[in-house]
């Protein structure tokens, strides 16, 4: 804190920002202190604690901006302070920056004190960088520093002084320290004890090839230069490209000069460019040599290295394989084992559902026993799966994984061609599509937008990482399994090539562009997150569970029974039949199509389809929920494979050619209605759906070829 | 520097800030302010939240899972512009 004996805060409560008021002062004379600095540097807290709470707030002349200003007094010296606008820069970008930037100039302050965070200095020393060729005394208030030590940041305040050519003050303004420091260097400066005129920019910032062209801007000015303008900030701001410097230039120089300069800064290039780059120079040099950031570098270092294979383009891909195989392990371990638990009392439940009833008409036992029953059991199996692959998905989430998942799949989209706006959009897709598809508007151009929306359904969702692990694991062993998961990765890499080239080769031309993604740090996980995040993907799962696949399986139970009361002549077996050419296909009867073709409403809705199709069928031994049942009872024999069991009823050719034509449908009607309402359009909408129908097909019947010629 | 920064991107198509300030020999935070000021002037386009237009409200599914993750600030794209793209022509 300040002493007290020297400083009074002298604020006056009828707003003593004008200078006949503050000439009325009892003191000799008054220093104007100016408080620059970016936006939660602390600026405000340091002027508050040197001019106490009375402070005079008022609007900058003829402005809307607010103007803070308050008196202090120290060592018999009254202080005229000024909180200047939180600004980014000096430039004139802004009202606030104009305002910061012309009371410097035209105010001519005793002194500026810029505010820098000492946790985060690259960012505030460009402010500094820019105050100096203002040729005004700079004071560096390093504030923050309590914050810089907790993330182990040394900053070496003698060695920061002599590399900028001013004052550093180091302070912790919340808790009031430095305060008294600062104020003693203020005096100091107003007194002209202390020697802080900073050394020359041209000079000290820039290189030597700037510091040629600014020189030579500057010959050409120098007898034009406004009065109290300083020369070498005006040679800045007209390389600056800056409107008002270079209209007044434009005025004051005669016409030789001006298209003298003109042609030099034409020469020039870029010169926004050249100045913050030299600027930039100038503050890597001043973090290199005064500033030790000792834990971030350490942990920096650390996640690098993991980075450099983790985002490698062959590396990378390794550790996702292997971490997806890691994921299968983790979901077979824990969830098989509990849904064979749910799948036991499946049989059960249909067994008292058909006898307790007595008078009930039979449809309607049948509708529970045989729809109702098996489609939330499937579910409430799923259940498990679903919770387990949340798990997996969440851990990795939560420590930081995911964000690499996504890089690497977009360095493959960059490399297919797609424009840099899309990583968005098509990362959010892997959570779900609607998302991605809504998220599609950022897309500059109606044809990118297009084929975004088309891209954006291809890739996988969370919803249905699960239902394929479900289908996979239900149908073949472990081994078969992760191989099948692969070639569904390699598939739907394959599928975003041939789009991108089928619908891209006119709307992507010469459009990649370059990308940077700042990767979040890795963390230690957070089980309380992952364990909402968990909890979370259960309760939407069992909301569908209990609504979407409890009514669509009584609906297929209802279609399956009615109008003859058997699955052979009911009106599914009727509309399955109709389609079944396009199921041989695939080498599946009319029951595994309508699977399929239900799939297009929900993934989740296969998995009723399959419990109801499959389950009515006589005899435990063909029924999918029946087999489950046997095989959790030790009733398998070998007991190893489920996938032998299934083969009763389903080939693994046929198998294999579901789980892909499910895996490339249409991702849910969700998705085709955002996709209607994001084009407004029946033909784009209808174009897009039998698109994915088209690709499901080819890619059910690609399987299904290579299915029997793997499995016979 | 910026002017560094702005050809690795072009360079690379894909990169990641930890590269460029392995490229660069600074620490990810002075990159992170590189980039920054070149989005500041309109040489890279910052594509953080206003890509995800509250995308997830209008899902069905309301798993916003994904979109938390991004809310928080933990993903941050730069994106080459054309301003980009002709002040490396123009200075190489």
New interface residues.
Partial sequence: MPDKSNLKSAACSRGCSDTTETKQHSHKEVITVGFAGQPNTGKSTIFNRITGLKQHVGNWPGKTVEQKTGLTSYKDVTYRCVDLPGT?SLSA?SLEERIARDFILKEKPDVIVVVADAS?L??TL?MVAEAIPLSVPIVVALNMMDVAELRETKINAKMLEKAIGATVVPLVASKGKGITELLEVIYQISQQKKAVAPKPASGYIFDAKEQDLLSKIKENINDSTPEGYPAEWIALKLLEEDEEVTQIMQQKMATDNWQETEKLLKEA??G??IV??GR??W??KI?ASTVT?LG??AS?QK??RF?KIA?HPIGGYLVAAAIVLLSLIITAVIAFPLAMVVMGYVPVLVELALTLPGEMPTWLSGVIAYGLIPGVGMGLAMFFMVIAISLVL?FL?DI?Y??RL??LF??FM??IGLH??A???L??S???N??????G??MDSWRQRMLLLIMASIIPC??LIPITGFFVILFFDAGTGFLIVLALLAATILHLIVTARVFGATALKGE?????????PYHRPNWRTIGA?VI??GK?FLHRAVTLIAVASMIIWLLSYFPGGGIEGSYLASFGKTFEPIGQLMGMDWRLLVCWMTAGIAKETALAAMAVIYGIMPGAGTSITGMLVDVMAGRTGDGAALGLHVLEAVSPASALAFIFAVFFSIPCI?AVG?VY?ETRSLKWTFGIASYYTLMSIIAGVIAYNIGLLVFG | MLLKALDYIATKKMATTASLADRLGLSEEMVKQLLMELARGGYLDLVEKESSPNSCDSCARKCADLKKSIDKGHISVWILTAKGKRAIGKLS
Wanted: glycine content about 14%; proline content about 3%; some cysteine.
């Fill in positions: 980014y970008n985060q690259e960012r460009y290039g870029d926004k460019l913050a780059d930039y120079k503050i890597a973090m950031k971030l570098e920096l996640r690098n980075d985002t969440g989430e930081g995911m964000a996504g890089y977009d360095s960059q490399r840099g706006k990583f968005m959009p990362f959010m892997m959570g779900c609607v998302a991605g598809i809504v998220g508007r950022v969370t919803a990649a562009t370059g990308l940077i993604m700042e990767l979040p995040f979370g993907k939407e969700a955002v309402s």
